[in-house]
Every structure is written in C-alpha cells, then in structure tokens.
C-alpha cells in the first residue's frame, strides 16, 4: 500500500522555540495532506488541510499562526510549531491522500512533541 | 451537526472469541466510510466502503455499511492478542475534504 513518512517520529523542545515537522508520501503524489493532533486516549482531531501550491484551511479553534503548514511541494507538507508552549505537548499525524477526492487517504507515523 | 459515534468505547474479550464494532454516523453528503486500526502510533488503513450491503473482508476482518440506517460494523473473528488496538471510524463528506472521526474503540484481547 502507499506509504507516508513522517519525520521526526520524537521530538523535545524548549518552550518557546519553533520545530517542524514533516511528512512526504513516498510512493504516490499527495495533492491533498491532513494534518491531525491527537490527545492521550481521544481520537484524531483534525487540525488543517492543506493542497499542494495552496494555503491551507484550518479548523475553527486552530491557530493557523501557530501551526504553519506548508505544502510545497506534491510529496511533501510539513507542520511548524511556532513558539512553542509545553500544552502544544501532544502527538501530530499526517495523512495523504492520492489523486481526487474519493482515494483513501493514508497515515504517516506520527510524530511526538514534547514541549518542556 | 456532522458526527460520528462508535460503539462501544471499550472491549475486553478473550482469544478466539468473535467482537463487533460499530459505527453510526450523521454527515451530510456522504461520500465513503473508513475502518482504521491504531496500535501504538498512526493508523493503518482497513477498509473504505462506500455501497451498502456489500461486505469487505481481509483475513479475520470484515466489514459492511448500511447507508439507509446509517452504520457500519467491523467484524472480528477468532481474534487474537495482536487485534488488541483502538480501531477508528471515519466518515468522509462529498463536499471538499472533510472527513469525521469517531472517538475509537479501543479492543484489548487477552490470552
């Protein structure tokens, strides 16, 4: 199946400095990337999508100033977290999907953020 | 107001035995439904459904959708101590990329 990579898998951070995260579809052209925010015990909580060459549509209650998603490129989106505070502590995933909406969309790995 | 309701939040069986997960979702203009099953990290896809009454099946799992009453279930049998996961539910909506998580059900099997 298509795969998605997410990097770094685990990162810890000063609080307020900035980290980025990115995710690449290694297999296939990503027109469309996820990104989603997930709490100990929760489900996925969608926090942005973003389409290659466009500016990304955040959900209502996230800080499209804090979280910037860049999408540059039909492989690779990646996530910054702009002056980071330990609540912003969580695990982020990506997800892609190939081609037009209707094609499953695909998992990254996810990435741990730890702001200490 | 669009949702998706798993059920139940939590399961405990033990090896062998046969669980059903369920799916009940409101979202307009629905377009597909997806099975996704989460271990320790990111979700690995299982199923995307998208007509109704027609069963999808990998190995021990299947599932199927019902879009009059507006569920799905995921069918477990024989199950195993590496089905032990949470398994998620997404409903995707016609209209742009809009898709709706359940808040999972988490499966434990023990031996």
């Known amino acids: 199946g298509a795969v998605v990579s997410q990097h770094p898998s685990w990162v810890i951070c000063k609080s307020g400095t900035s980290v980025k995260i990115e995710c690449r579809s290694l297999?296939?052209?990503?027109?469309?990337m996820f990104w989603y925010r997930q709490f100990p015990k929760q489900s996925l909580m969608l926090m942005a999508t973003?389409?290659?060459?466009?500016?990304?549509?955040?959900e209502q209650g996230v800080e499209k100033d804090k979280f910037l998603i860049n999408h540059a490129s039909l492989t690779l989106s990646t996530l910054t977290v702009t002056s980071a505070h330990p609540e912003d502590s969580s695990f982020y995933i990506c997800?892609?999907?190939?081609?037009?909406?209707?094609?499953?969309?695909?998992f990254g790995e996810g990435s741990w953020l730890t702001v200490v | 107001e669009d949702k998706v309701v798993q059920s139940p939040l939590s399961l405990v069986v033990h090896e062998g035995d046969t669980v059903t997960l369920n799916c009940s979702y409101e979202?307009?203009?629905?377009?597909?439904l997806l099975w996704y099953k989460q271990e320790k990290k990111a979700p690995t896809f299982l199923f995307m459904l998208?007509?109704?009454?027609i069963e999808k099946k990998s190995g021990r799992l299947s599932s199927i959708l019902d879009k009059k009453e507006l569920f799905s279930i995921l069918n477990i049998t024989a199950t195993q101590t590496g089905d032990s996961a949470i398994y998620l539910c997404?409903?995707?909506?016609?209209?742009?990329?809009?898709?709706?998580f359940g808040t999972g059900t988490s499966l434990t099997v023990i031996p």
């Open positions: 973003s389409n290659e060459g466009s500016k990304a549509t955040y």
């Open positions: 998208t007509s109704s009454g």
């Open positions: 997404a409903v995707e909506a016609l209209t742009g990329n809009q898709f709706y």
């Open positions: 297999d296939f052209q990503a027109t469309t």
């Open positions: 997800s892609a999907r190939a081609g037009s909406t209707g094609n499953t969309i695909y």
């Open positions: 979202v307009t203009n629905f377009r597909s």
